[in-house]
């Protein structure tokens, strides 16, 4: 640790008394700023690890804070951090090793032809970024995007975001945007049931197919095609396989540029790769990364080509952040890579993600309310339905499930897509097995006392839990009926 005990533990008392802290932030910060569980709402004083602490010392179990990647706090991320801060914390126009060190590694773990960076200090300043770099290299503004996509919250990615603008109250869409389908096999508008045995890897990319023939016939061209490798807000979305492949092959045929949003999935959460798209197999002309590389400290980065850097250097108008790749920064996002590889995150992705999906695959032969499990690594959604037939939602019981499981499991889950019933999963990438059946139990609970409400009848919360629960992994038992005894006092102490 780069402080002695006694001043972490004074920097994480309260100043405030919670509900000041309520009232202040009720007063002074605009009413539009999301926060989590609204009506009962976190003071988070520290984190540890895949940890979280509120005020009064309780410990919450962080299955969704894919920010901090390598775990909060982690003492050599800190450490990088304060050290920077300690020597020298300026703008990038001047020379930093940290800032050349950085641009290495990050484009070290990427396919050849992405070789150059442009820092900055937000995933939406990334996109925004590529969005730059895409209209001028192409010449054109068109822009293709998914259906449910989120990629930023400044102006110019808000006409990107469907998943923003598609509200009521949102800015309506420009012309110069384009909506195709989000590849969900599952709920999307094309379903694989209702297309058995069909390629819906083709039957997804017509409709970009179509834009870019419509663009065409009107005489307009592509400037190019922005999508998640996986698209999170949409809930928890792995496309069809070949769908990357396919659509980049229409966009590039039609002119324009692959734009590859990483944000969200990147630095190795698909577990068997460092990046998500590499798991369709595609190489992207411009590469966006944000949260997890800087582990809660803001810094971003836009990955490209040679030729597409070149074209925006030609522009003649120099590129300047006055944040983006400072020395801070960059000794953070340093040390970060270096800890997902000395620590073995993305293989312990790939092993207790593994693990998590196919616990969760189980729960589908228990509980009707489980519609779909669906992930990579540890990226991973749980849809939940009212009807296994029709796939109908069940926004209700998402949304009970994620306060059910903070106040009566001190476990934080999160609910989205565009019916806000699927359950997300995307903790720090320390997250471990014995973590995973921490959530498995007391998930199980949630639907035991769910399925006895569908059945009407209303159990109390003290006996809610199906203590005679079994596991496909023998081995874990001991932990589990550990875990079990402690789920059990917690439910009954509330
Ligand atoms: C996929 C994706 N892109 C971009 C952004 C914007 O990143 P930031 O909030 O760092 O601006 C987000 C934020 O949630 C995101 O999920």
């Not at 919450?60 to 800190?78: Q, S, W």
Request: proline share 5%; charged share 20%.
């Amino acid at each position: 640790m780069p402080f002695p005990r006694e001043q972490l533990e004074s920097a994480c008392g309260e100043k405030l008394c919670k509900s000041e802290t309520i009232k202040l932030r009720n007063k002074h910060i605009g009413q539009a700023c999301q926060l989590f569980y609204r009506s009962d709402p976190l003071k988070i004083v520290r984190g540890q690890g895949q940890y979280m602490f509120d005020e009064q010392g309780t410990c919450y179990l962080d299955c969704i804070n894919n920010v901090a990647h390598v775990g909060h706090c982690h003492p050599k991320v800190v450490r990088a951090g304060c050290l920077q801060m300690a020597t020298i914390s300026t703008n990038n126009r001047f020379l930093h090793d940290e800032l050349v060190q950085c641009a290495k590694t990050l484009t070290g773990k990427m396919p050849g032809p992405l070789s150059v960076c442009f820092f900055v200090n937000s995933g939406s300043e990334a996109n925004d970024l590529a969005l730059r770099l895409a209209r001028n290299y192409t010449k054109r503004q068109d822009m293709i995007t998914l259906d449910h996509a989120y990629h930023g919250h400044l102006t110019s990615v808000m006409e990107i975001s469907p998943y923003k603008f598609n509200q009521p109250g949102g800015d309506p869409k420009p012309d110069y945007v384009h909506v195709a389908p989000c590849p969900d096999v599952y709920g999307g508008t094309y379903r694989d049931i209702d297309y058995p045995n069909a390629d819906m890897a083709e039957i997804y990319t017509k409709p970009i197919r179509d834009i870019c023939d419509q663009l065409k016939a009107q005489g307009k061209g592509l400037a190019g095609f922005i999508a998640e490798s996986l698209q999170s807000c949409g809930g928890q979305i792995i496309p069809p396989e070949g769908y990357f492949k396919a659509a980049y092959d229409i966009v590039r045929n039609a002119g324009g540029v692959c734009i590859a949003d990483e944000v969200q999935v990147g630095f190795g959460r698909v577990g068997t790769h460092y990046w998500a798209f590499e798991t369709q197999g595609v190489v992207p002309d411009i590469v966006c990364v944000a949260k997890p590389m800087g582990n809660g400290h803001p810094v971003g980065a836009v990955v490209t080509t040679p030729e597409i850097a070149e074209a925006f250097y030609n522009t003649g108008v120099a590129y300047f952040n006055t944040y983006g790749g400072n020395p801070v920064s960059c000794a953070i996002a340093n040390a970060v890579m270096r800890v997902i590889d000395e620590e073995g995150l993305q293989e312990n992705a790939r092993v207790v993600g593994d693990y998590l999906l196919q616990q969760c695959r189980e729960f589908k032969y228990e509980f009707d309310i489980i519609g779909d499990v669906r992930g990579l690594g540890l990226f991973v959604g749980l849809e939940l339905v009212k009807n296994r037939e029709t796939r109908e939602p069940d926004t209700t019981a998402a949304l009970w499930i994620v306060n059910r499981m903070k106040q009566v499991h001190q476990i934080l889950v999160s609910s989205d897509g565009p019916n806000a019933n699927v359950i997300k999963l995307k903790p720090p990438m320390c997250f471990s097995q014995k973590n995973a059946d921490e959530f498995l139990l007391a998930f199980r609970e949630c639907l035991t006392f769910l399925e006895k409400q569908r059945d009407g009848d209303h159990l109390p919360a003290s006996n809610a839990v199906n203590s005679n629960s079994t596991t496909a992994n023998g081995e874990s038992m001991a932990s589990k009926a550990q875990i079990f005894e402690r789920q059990e006092r917690l439910i009954k102490s509330v």
